[in-house]
């Protein structure tokens, strides 16, 4: 069965040695190495004000706080993610209001977020689901317009692009272990223009300053044991040499089925935004009889599925169901197929033969 995800583990000969030297060293906790991986990994996204975390959950989690988000507030987002996302908003006591998609990219769509803003709105969360960009344009107008913080959940978007300038102040990335880039655990939250680091640094860390002596410092407001350590942050320094190439092949492929699956009976494709480019964690389609497709496709020897339940659908977001037509429709037709690393021209080439095949 070829799968729909898998950890990308770079090679035994440059991982091990690196790893090796880190975890005899005496020193495996928060130390040069993370601050070396924020200093490479900052290069690599072009933002260089970046905190490693310990997950990209942490990484949402403090975005949230320093947008001032906590109970009786609310903050927009989509049903249509994994769960960290709205999991992280549910921890910080606010409500999650739920923004409707698009119909044709499943994206979270600009017109609803801007009708569910009000006085209590404290952020937009963003999700860049499947590797595909929001409609960045839209949102960066519509934050500057009502004064609300974007956060941006990338951890499906490592590689993606938004060629349209703004910054938002929050992104958050992820490095668990499916996701285009591992650390095993991990994550980092980039921040933009206007955001407090030294605040996110002391959250980070319980609370306390690292550059103030341990017995000179003073806890204001209790922070989390969110640090990313120095072994975690070896994993990524190695990665790093090699990600590149693996997000080449997961949009060379993206890029490959978007041509290949053209005008096919009972498929359709989805639209990208302006501005944007996406880094395809998953492919990500429409089809009609979705069962009889992840059927047929499961008996070619190809793992096929929508992968994430909406999250509207968990209890604990009971108080927040309002009715979502758009994603009602979207949710019963889209579905994934393998599309990453492990997929080379031959295996994709088979993928494509077996949808053709039919459902
Ligand atoms: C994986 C994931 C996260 C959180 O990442 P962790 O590192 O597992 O905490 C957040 N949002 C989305 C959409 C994800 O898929």
């Not at 989805?270 to 047929?296: C, G, Q």
């Amino acid at each position: 069965m070829i799968p729909l995800v898998k950890p990308y583990i770079p090679p035994r000969e440059a991982l091990l040695p690196a790893l090796e030297a880190v975890l005899y060293s005496g020193y495996i906790a928060e130390g040069e190495q993370v601050y070396e991986f924020e200093r490479r990994f900052g290069e690599f996204t072009g933002n260089k004000n970046v905190l490693a975390l310990s997950s990209g959950t942490a990484a949402l989690h403090i975005a949230l706080l320093l947008s001032g988000v906590g109970p009786g507030d609310k903050v927009i987002s989509t049903p249509l993610t994994a769960e960290p996302t709205n999991i992280a908003i549910a921890q910080t006591g606010a409500q999650v209001v739920w923004a409707d998609v698009e119909p044709d990219t499943g994206l979270p769509c600009p017109r609803s977020v801007r009708d569910l803003t009000d006085e209590r709105t404290k952020a937009i969360m963003l999700v860049h689901y499947a590797g595909m960009v929001c409609d960045m344009d839209a949102f960066h107008a519509l934050s500057k317009e009502t004064g609300i913080p974007i956060i941006e959940d990338a951890a499906h978007a490592l590689g993606a692009k938004y060629t349209g300038g703004d910054v938002s102040p929050y992104t958050i990335y992820s490095f668990q272990a499916i996701k285009h880039m591992t650390t095993v655990d991990g994550g980092a939250l980039a921040l933009g223009p206007g955001t407090d680091t030294q605040a996110a640094r002391r959250l980070r860390w319980f609370g306390l300053d690292k550059k103030v002596p341990r017995l000179e410092n003073d806890i204001e407001r209790a922070g989390y044991k969110y640090n990313m350590n120095n072994c975690t942050a070896a994993i990524g320094l190695c990665q790093l040499d090699f990600i590149p190439a693996v997000l080449d092949r997961h949009i060379a492929n993206g890029k490959y089925y978007d041509k290949a699956l053209r005008n096919i009976p009972g498929l359709t494709l989805l639209r990208y935004h302006k501005n944007t480019e996406p880094s395809y964690w998953l492919y990500t389609m429409k089809v009609d009889n979705r069962e009889d497709f992840i059927r047929a496709m499961e008996s070619r020897g190809v793992a096929a599925s929508p992968l994430h339940l909406r999250n509207d659908r968990h209890s604990v977001f009971a108080k927040s169901k309002r009715p979502l037509p758009a994603l009602d429709k979207f949710y019963q037709k889209f579905v994934h197929i393998p599309c990453g690393h492990w997929i080379d021209d031959t295996t994709r080439e088979t993928i494509v033969t077996a949808i053709k095949q039919g459902w």
